[in-house]
C-alpha cells in the first residue's frame, strides 16, 4: 500500500462516482466505523434491502473501496471489509477533471456538504449530551494562499499523529468526525 501519509486523489471518474451515491458512503461508513458485516448485516441497519445493499458493495468492491472477507464468507453470505486503502484521499481540482466527468465530482462535493450540514444540524444537542468528545473551535486568520496551503498539511499530519484504524484503535477509542474547512472571508 502507498505512505498512509501521502495523499492520494481521486482521479478516476469511476471513483468518484463510486463515492457520490449516499448509500454507498453509508455503507462504506458503516464497515469503517462498526467492522466487518454482511449485506444482510448492514441493510437491516440502515433500511435498505439486501439485494440493494449487495449491489452497492459490489460497487464500492469494484473502485477498491471495500473487499470481501473471504475466511468469513460462505456460501451466498459474503462479508465484507474496508479495503486497505491510504486514509488521505483527496478530491482533483475542478479544473483538472474532464468536462464531461464534472458533474460526477459536483455531485460527490452535494453529497458530502449535505453529509456535513447533517452533522452540524446535530452538533448543539451532541455537544451538551457528550461534551468530552464534540469539540469545536472557530477560527479566523489573515494567512497568504502558501501559508493556508502549510497549515492543511499540517492538520492532515496531526490527524493522522492521533488517529487510529478501528482494527488498530486501543481501548476506549470511538469513531470520530472530524471536518475542516476553510473559506475566504468576505472582502467587505
Do not use: C
Amino acid at each position: 500500500m502507498k505512505d498512509d501519509l501521502e495523499p492520494v486523489i481521486l482521479d478516476d471518474p469511476g471513483r468518484i462516482k463510486a463515492l457520490s451515491h449516499p448509500l454507498r458512503r453509508r455503507i462504506l461508513h458503516r464497515l469503517r466505523a462498526h467492522g466487518p458485516a454482511t449485506s444482510t448485516t448492514i441493510g437491516e441497519v440502515l433500511g435498505a434491502n439486501t439485494g440493494t445493499t449487495s449491489y452497492h458493495l459490489r460497487q464500492l468492491e469494484k473502485y477498491g473501496f471495500i473487499e470481501e472477507i473471504p475466511e468469513r464468507s460462505a456460501g451466498r453470505e459474503r462479508w465484507w471489509r474496508p479495503a486497505d486503502t491510504p486514509r488521505d484521499l483527496r478530491l482533483p481540482a475542478p479544473d483538472t477533471v474532464a468536462p464531461e466527468d464534472r458533474s460526477v465530482l459536483d455531485e460527490l462535493v452535494r453529497v458530502a456538504h449535505a453529509e456535513d450540514l447533517e452533522l452540524f444540524r446535530r452538533l448543539p444537542a451532541e455537544y451538551t449530551r457528550d461534551r468530552a468528545w464534540a469539540l469545536l473551535s472557530r477560527g479566523f486568520a489573515h494567512m497568504t494562499e502558501e501559508g493556508l496551503a502549510e497549515f492543511f498539511e499540517a492538520y492532515i499530519r496531526l490527524l493522522h499523529e492521533h488517529s487510529h484504524r478501528r482494527e488498530d484503535a486501543p481501548p476506549g477509542a470511538r469513531p470520530v468526525h472530524i471536518r475542516l474547512f476553510t473559506l475566504p472571508a468576505d472582502e467587505e
